[in-house]
């Protein structure tokens, strides 16, 4: 029953448009600021010497990567909440792979930890320099491996929220059909950098980021503006139709 909406809904909806905005700027700090400004491409030690003269900003990225992670789950219960009652099979189905997406992405803040423990800990010092840096360098590639794992999930279970938004009629059919594509965009993407990683040289984040992106920023300031309304008649056929989470940058 998508005609009528009770108060959980609505309430609920905000709740999902508030942490979808609240994520992109924490997200590009930690992704793209912290690590543009410690990783050296192709050089362990100077970026190990990096992060280790910048111990704080790193663990800075790593606590913003947490609070969009926490984000996260608010956002996944809320869009269930929310979307329930348009078919609750397929919204448990989304919830699980985003859940499995937000654990993925939480391994990944670990790897990061670790990263700190290896190039910092009394006990790793029996390592020459050139190791602690080589060992700390896998660890980050890590990093960028369970974000990948991670967009792939995202990609499985956003464009089935999204066709439950478009189901729904509580948004307009535009919007939820932009997270449909763009969502699809991130799941065949991530899935082609685990067979091909060399693609990603070619496939840029813009390419695959920026739609989802676009559409994270559009629906959530459209459920915080605007919240969430009952279908027109005939499901809103004739209604004017109208962003794991931004992209992360994936050391390699």
Same mark, same amino acid.
């Given at each position: 029953?998508?005609?009528?909406? &009770?108060?959980? =809904?609505?309430?609920?909806?905000?709740?999902?448009g508030?942490? @979808?905005?609240?994520?992109?700027?924490p997200?590009?700090?930690a992704?793209? *600021?912290?690590?543009?400004? $410690?990783?050296?491409?192709?050089?362990?030690?100077?970026?190990?010497?990096?992060?280790?003269a910048?111990?704080?900003?790193?663990? $800075?990225g790593?606590a913003?990567?947490? %609070?969009?992670?926490?984000?996260?789950?608010?956002?996944?219960?809320?869009?269930?909440?929310?979307?329930?009652?348009?078919?609750?099979?397929l919204?448990l189905?989304?919830?699980?792979?985003?859940? $499995?997406?937000?654990?993925?992405?939480?391994?990944?803040?670990?790897?990061?930890? &670790?990263?700190?423990?290896?190039?910092?800990?009394?006990y790793? =010092?029996?390592?020459?320099?050139?190791?602690?840096?080589?060992?700390?360098?896998?660890?980050?590639?890590a990093h960028?491996?369970a974000?990948?794992?991670? %967009?792939? %999930?995202?990609?499985l279970?956003?464009?089935?929220?999204? *066709? $439950?938004? %478009?189901?729904s009629? @509580?948004?307009?059919?535009?919007?939820?059909?932009?997270?449909?594509?763009?969502?699809?965009?991130?799941?065949i993407?991530?899935?082609?950098?685990?067979?091909?990683?060399?693609?990603?040289?070619?496939?840029?984040?813009?390419?695959?980021?920026?739609?989802?992106?676009?559409?994270?920023?559009?629906?959530g300031?459209?459920?915080?503006?605007?919240?969430?309304?009952?279908p027109?008649?005939g499901?809103?056929?004739?209604?004017?139709?109208?962003?794991?989470l931004?992209?992360?940058?994936q050391?390699?």
């Amino acid at each position: 029953m998508t005609d009528t909406i &009770d108060d959980t =809904q609505r309430n609920w909806a905000r709740v999902v448009g508030i942490a @979808y905005l609240f994520a992109i700027i924490p997200s590009f700090f930690a992704e793209f *600021y912290v690590l543009d400004q $410690l990783i050296v491409t192709g050089d362990a030690l100077a970026t190990a010497a990096n992060i280790v003269a910048n111990e704080r900003l790193f663990r $800075l990225g790593t606590a913003a990567n947490v %609070l969009v992670f926490a984000a996260d789950v608010l956002l996944i219960a809320g869009l269930y909440i929310v979307l329930e009652k348009v078919n609750r099979n397929l919204a448990l189905v989304a919830v699980l792979f985003r859940m $499995l997406e937000t654990a993925m992405l939480l391994i990944a803040a670990l790897n990061d930890l &670790d990263v700190i423990r290896i190039l910092t800990a009394d006990y790793m =010092q029996v390592f020459e320099p050139d190791r602690l840096a080589a060992i700390a360098r896998t660890s980050l590639g890590a990093h960028g491996a369970a974000y990948n794992l991670g %967009l792939m %999930l995202f990609g499985l279970g956003s464009p089935v929220f999204c *066709y $439950l938004w %478009l189901k729904s009629g @509580y948004i307009p059919k535009a919007l939820a059909g932009l997270g449909i594509i763009s969502s699809v965009v991130v799941a065949i993407c991530a899935f082609t950098f685990i067979i091909f990683p060399e693609a990603g040289k070619v496939v840029t984040v813009a390419f695959y980021g920026g739609p989802i992106l676009l559409f994270e920023i559009a629906i959530g300031l459209w459920l915080v503006t605007k919240g969430i309304s009952p279908p027109r008649s005939g499901h809103a056929d004739g209604m004017i139709s109208g962003v794991v989470l931004p992209m992360r940058k994936q050391p390699a």
